[in-house]
């Protein structure tokens, strides 16, 4: 009798032993003021100041709640990528979560890859867009070398441009002006210097035909 209550004894203080230890387990994660900030965060709308929280708390208790937290976080950060890994890595990590638990992640799961197909959709139509831009845009032609408009000064410099001389050995010398223009002042030169030397007889001095002076009347 008395080894059965001592055995019984025993079973009950290792029973609440067992109790007391997924008691703290299962109050951890809310045991942490941390986490009331982090709540408040999210609930505010400040999504990435409760992430950062969550992110501390699952690196210190690698609780799996925090990932689902995690993910929800990136789930209102628009950041599909990230928030189905968190919500996959989750459902991974969690031991025994209930139906409703696991169908609500889920469909986190796929409305956040709805979200990335609109968003490549988006991107490769911005994409197809800007080709479209680029190739619509009018090419400016290359410069041609083309001759120059009529008038123009290139044409006019060849066109009024005179011949050039023609050689003076070409022709006699007794035609040129210059020749004549010689003779005429070499003439006139020498009559000067003849009535100044009396070559030319006056008038009054001259003898008229048979001996009789030309000024007697």
């Known amino acids: 009798m008395k080894h059965f209550l001592k055995t019984k004894r025993w079973l ?3 029973v609440a032993g067992m109790l007391a230890l997924l008691a703290a387990r299962g109050t951890l994660a809310g045991s942490d003021s941390r986490e009331l900030k982090a709540r408040e965060a999210f609930a505010a709308q400040r999504y990435q100041d409760a992430l950062d929280i969550f992110a501390k708390l699952y690196a210190e208790t690698l609780h799996p709640i925090y990932l689902r937290n995690i993910g929800r976080c990136y789930q ?3 950041d599909p990528d990230r928030a189905i890994s968190s919500f996959k890595e989750y459902l991974r990590k969690a031991k025994n979560p209930t139906a409703d638990e696991t169908r609500e992640v889920e469909g986190y799961i796929k409305e956040m890859e709805v979200l990335k197909e609109r968003k490549e959709a988006s991107a490769s139509s911005a994409t197809e867009s800007a080709k479209t831009e680029s190739s619509d845009a009018p090419v400016k ?3 041609s070398a083309t001759p ?3 008038g123009s000064s290139a044409t006019a410099s060849v066109v ?3 011949p050039p001389p023609a050689a003076e050995g070409s022709s006699p010398f007794y035609t040129r002006w210059w020749f004549w223009t010689i003779v005429g002042g070499v003439v006139a030169a020498g009559v000067g210097i003849a009535f100044a030397a009396g070559v030319f007889t006056k008038t009054e001095d001259a003898s ?3 001996g009789i002076p030309c000024g007697t009347p």
């Open 12 to 14: 009950a203080v290792a």
């Open 76 to 78: 209102n950060l628009d």
């Open 141 to 143: 032609p290359l410069p």
């Open 148 to 150: 120059p408009p009529s």
């Open 160 to 162: 009024l441009t005179p």
């Open 208 to 210: 008229c035909p048979k």
